[in-house]
């Protein structure tokens, strides 16, 4: 199938479908909700629920624009579009995180979206798919990076947040608004730690219980009741916190934080290197179970991981799109 | 070994000095005598060549490290991970730092056998044995196949004389003391003495770090004098000894039978920079260590800091520089002679010794009132110096100290209003605010960068500063942010030169705050013209 590497998306010309445009256009497929991936006012939208749901709670609609139409595609399910067969299967990477497999003139190309494939700490596991042809992401393309699992990143983060109020210290933990953000108040919660929540963070919660994870005994952030509490908040509102001249140690959670020049890059004492994205390890393993003639990788460290994925035998390029760095440093 | 590693990777995550003192201490206290000795000398100078060979003090010093270049470590994590270079050069650029490369990329490649520190210190005799680069990466190859990756990042690092982690020499002093149960002072002493905190750490556990012999060809601490801002605040201006402040290159010339090293106050050796002292030390009876300052001399008068500056730039002195800008030893006082340590002695007594020896000392005067005293500032500045060091006569020689027997009167060259353009976020204590400045002047066409300056600012003040900036902020990037000029400051400094690293081509020399001009809006500051003005007037 012919895949073009547009500037805003990715577009199959043959059955005239966008995968996460960033731009308005008549149709497109959003992997998850991160910002960068779902936005812009479309004619038509194509995911999972949840992500359709982060989706519309991120759109902002002027007056002149219509309501976009969405099209829910569950985790297993499929549907026709344009001659070929759309199907949905977990990305484990934020909470209704998807890859698509496209059927289509007996041919099956995935587009993993943003993946992992370890167990997440809130959301579906991934299910490796095989395929003829693969597009995925490579955030942590590099040997150099290999990232925790949820088991010691559970234990990291609740180490921390204990050993911090002992001391009688804020633990100040700095995720992403979406995912990260969630996944880390709810291993406190869990863990029995009050805990106090930034609103950018907070808003997307319900979406999280509805999906059956717990949050019990948070509270939303308050710059003047934060004593006893550990903190999770935004980069932005974690680099104020720092200059704030208050009592506080900060934890990175991400996988940037597996070197450790993040300590001078994020201002962070304690590094936990756990990602929603998947590390060098994973993404290999990933490719090699897709068992396809042909790799796209896009994202992230794009051309040394198609350089390394050709060393060892396979088809790999790395198609060039303006702007790739930047979008995912922003949220690895 | 294994344990060192992990000691040092659990040092690194703590900001607080302190801590990283009681961890490090935690662990020499569960090492046996060898074990002790060997983990301290990889923490403080690095791996020692054990081999038996008959060379004298003066030798030893400069050629017992262990000189692995990058390119040989490069080439043996190549062969050892099977990474091609491309990857590697991207992974090494991404990291940044060799040994921690080295750890993260064999992880799941070493067999993870563990290393002892006495094993450790045999790797390093045998690449320090190794007589081909070949030899050494085959050495290191196998290494890097068989012990733990965070074991061979710290491996490395200290094989790249970097370890990052927020430890310096005086921690690790600190951290001997208490672990053996002695003052840091007095390990710090004999480490001062001796130039061999292994050694130092062995006396100190056996309680004989008072029967350590000072040794030459090592660099000393100096001692420091106080700054003494209002000559009114002397009492008895006769209880003094005075001499010109000089503004030239503080430095120690150590001598033993024509045998002669330089090192300066950042305990760098300079030796080679200045041959024309080497040699006229060479002739010297016997051994010593003189402290004093490396002038640049024309007709009887120092010359400008910058010119004699010229002298450093260069690895080997050309006789068309030297004789641009000759220099002199301007010796004042004497730390060792003859095998004695005479630290403890008044200043008078080793002034004594020091004027038997054919140097060119420093002059002394006395002032029997704060007028006199006045009168040699004037003098000093005439000379074209910084200004006056007053030093008690009976003073004796605390090194590493600013203790109040010897005080300097600079007085600053002015002060300035600048206007500050950029701030960053300090470390420890002013971990969490922006501390330190970067300042500029007025121009035509904006404001120019002439310095930054960290000091003189009250912790309310500081804070206070920290909000405002915030709210000037035009650009972060990490721990420093641009802020639209807005936040005047009165700077004192002590000179003006030239600079290339500022865009105005000037920079202030130890600027200080004064006070923070609320009242001033920043088109009232100093211009870029004044600054032009004080350099003027100090080349002339």
């Known amino acids: 199938m012919e895949v073009e590497y547009r500037e805003t998306g990715i577009y199959l010309p043959e059955i005239d479908l966008w995968l996460d445009n960033t731009e308005p256009c008549p149709c497109t497929w959003i992997s998850h909700g991160h910002s960068d991936h779902a936005r812009g006012c479309h004619a038509k939208v194509i995911g999972t629920p949840v992500t359709l749901r982060f989706y519309r709670m991120r759109l902002w609609l002027a007056e002149s624009d219509a309501e976009p139409v969405q099209q829910p595609l569950a985790f297993g399910q499929s549907m026709n579009w344009h001659g070929a067969k759309l199907t949905a299967y977990p990305a484990s990477h934020i909470l209704g995180a998807a890859q698509l497999l496209i059927e289509h003139k007996n041919e099956r190309l995935v587009y993993t979206g943003d993946i992992k494939l370890r167990k997440p700490l809130a959301g579906d596991t991934t299910q490796p798919l095989e395929c003829d042809r693969l597009i995925i992401e490579s955030t942590f393309g590099l040997p150099i990076y290999k990232l925790m699992a949820r088991e010691l990143a559970i234990e990291a983060i609740v180490k921390f947040a204990k050993e911090c109020l002992a001391e009688g210290v804020t633990p100040v933990f700095i995720g992403y608004a979406l995912g990260r953000g969630q996944e880390i108040v709810h291993v406190l919660c869990n863990a029995g730690i009050p805990t106090s929540v930034h609103g950018a963070i907070a808003k997307f919660i319900p979406v999280y219980e509805e999906c059956g994870y717990s949050f019990a005994g948070w509270t939303p952030y308050e710059s003047r009741a934060t004593e006893g509490k550990a903190l999770v908040v935004v980069p932005s509102h974690g680099a104020s916190l720092e200059t704030s001249g208050k009592a506080i140690r900060v934890a990175y959670v991400s996988g940037w934080a597996a070197l450790d020049n993040a300590r001078t890059r994020s201002g962070a004492e304690e590094l936990i290197p756990y990602s929603d994205h998947a590390d060098f390890d994973e993404l290999t393993e990933l490719v090699m179970h897709a068992r396809a003639k042909q790799v796209d990788v896009v994202h992230g460290y794009t051309a040394p991981f198609a350089h390394i994925l050709r060393s060892r035998g396979i088809t790999a390029t790395a198609p060039q799109r303006a702007g790739d760095r930047a979008s995912v440093e922003a949220e690895g | ?540």
Not at chain 2, 341 to 360: G, Y
């Open chain 2, 1 to 540: 070994m294994d344990r060192l590693a992990a000691t040092c990777e659990e040092i690194q995550k703590h900001a607080s000095r302190l801590k990283k003192v009681r961890i490090l201490a935690d662990f020499f206290t569960t090492l046996n005598d060898q074990e002790m000795e060997i983990a301290v000398q990889l923490l403080s100078s690095g791996p020692v060549w054990r081999g038996t060979t008959n060379r004298t003090l003066f030798e030893l010093h400069d050629k017992t490290e262990l000189k692995i270049g990058r390119s040989v470590l490069r080439e043996a994590l190549r062969i050892a991970s099977c990474w091609d270079k491309e990857t590697l050069s991207i992974c090494h650029a991404q990291v940044g730092d060799t040994g921690e490369t080295v750890g993260l990329l064999m992880r799941g490649i070493s067999t993870g056998e563990p290393l002892s520190l006495a094993a450790a210190d045999e790797l390093y005799q045998e690449l320090f044995r190794a007589a081909t680069t070949a030899r050494r990466v085959e050495i290191l190859v196998t290494a890097f196949k068989k012990y733990q990756p965070l074991t061979l990042k710290y491996f490395v690092k200290i094989i790249t004389r970097g370890l990052r982690i927020g430890l310096m020499e005086r921690q690790v002093e600190e951290a001997v003391a208490l672990a053996c149960g002695v003052p840091a002072e007095a390990v710090r002493s004999a480490n001062n003495r001796l130039g061999d905190l292994a050694q130092v750490a062995i006396a100190a556990r056996r309680g004989e770090l008072a029967n350590i012999q000072a040794r030459l060809f090592h660099p000393m601490d100096f001692m420091l004098a106080k700054p003494l801002d209002n000559i009114d605040e002397l009492q008895n201006t006769s209880d003094w000894l005075v001499e010109d402040k000089y503004d030239g290159i503080r430095a120690q010339v150590h001598f033993d039978s024509g045998n002669v090293r330089i090192f300066s106050r950042g305990m760098e050796e300079v030796t080679r920079s200045f041959p024309e002292i080497v040699e006229s030390c060479a002739n010297l009876p016997g051994d010593g260590l003189i402290d004093g300052e490396i002038l640049a001399w024309v007709e009887g008068r120092a010359l400008n800091f910058n010119i004699l500056q010229r002298r450093l730039a260069t690895k080997q002195v050309r006789a068309s520089l030297m004789a641009e800008v000759p220099v002199i030893f301007m010796a004042y006082d004497l730390l060792l002679r003859d095998g004695q340590l005479l630290l403890s002695q008044p200043l008078v007594q080793r002034r004594e010794k020091l004027e038997q020896l054919p140097l060119t000392v420093s002059q002394q005067f006395s002032a029997n009132s704060q007028a006199e005293l006045e009168n040699l500032f004037a003098d000093a500045r005439a000379r074209g110096n910084e200004g006056l060091l007053l030093k008690r006569p009976d003073s004796i020689y605390e090194p590493g100290k600013r203790s109040g027997a010897w005080l300097k009167l600079k007085r600053p060259y002015g002060t300035l209003d600048v206007v500050i353009t950029a701030a960053e976020q300090g470390s420890g204590r002013r971990a969490t605010v922006f501390s330190d400045y970067t300042f500029g002047v007025r121009t035509e066409s904006g404001f120019v960068n002439v310095g930054k300056a960290y000091s003189g600012l009250t912790d309310d003040e500081i804070k206070e500063l920290t909000k405002q900036l915030r709210a000037a902020s035009v650009e972060k990037f990490g721990r420093m942010m641009l802020v639209k000029p807005s936040i005047v400051l009165e700077v004192a400094f002590d000179g003006v030169q030239r600079s290339t690293r500022h865009k105005g081509g000037y920079a202030l020399r130890f600027p200080r705050i004064v006070r923070w001009r609320k009242d001033k809006r920043p088109e009232e500051c100093d211009g870029l013209e004044r600054v032009e003005a004080l350099y003027r007037t100090s080349v002339e």
